[in-house]
């Protein structure tokens, strides 16, 4: 089974940036996509972006974020990184990594492995 565990959350003001690091272990050769999901207090889970672990690197983001926020990967760290810039009020979330071994894209449910999270705090 694969074990995530998230790390470079903070409290940071708008317009600043954080870069966030998810760092993978255990059965990772059968995972196909990492991605990022938030979940702010309230409100649904939501997709942040997305990329393939191995082979074809091809990334993903939720349209809203595009421009803002570059996920990229490390295969030989096992790590995933979620580069967020300009941060807004409304990044404001805990911030989970997950791990498909399929397809997962965008949706929740198809990731079977899920980091504790770390917290994003954009506030003035």
């Known amino acids: 089974q694969v074990q995530l565990v998230e790390s470079g959350g903070g409290l940071v003001q708008p317009g600043d940036s954080l870069r966030l690091s998810c760092a993978a272990s255990g059965r990772t050769f059968n995972t196909y996509t990492m991605a990022w999901f938030r979940q702010a207090p309230g409100k649904e889970r939501e997709f942040v972006a997305a990329i393939m672990w191995s082979g074809d690197s091809t990334d993903y983001y939720r349209n809203s974020l595009k421009g803002r926020f570059t996920i990229s990967r490390d295969n030989a760290k096992n790590t995933v990184h979620l580069q967020m810039n300009r941060l807004k009020p409304e990044d404001t979330a805990r911030y989970y990594c997950?791990?498909?071994?399929?397809?997962?894209?965008?949706?929740?449910?198809?990731?079977?492995?899920w980091g504790p999270g770390t917290q994003v705090t954009v506030s003035s």
């Open positions: 997950a791990a498909a071994e399929g397809y997962g894209y965008d949706v929740a449910g198809a990731y079977q492995h």
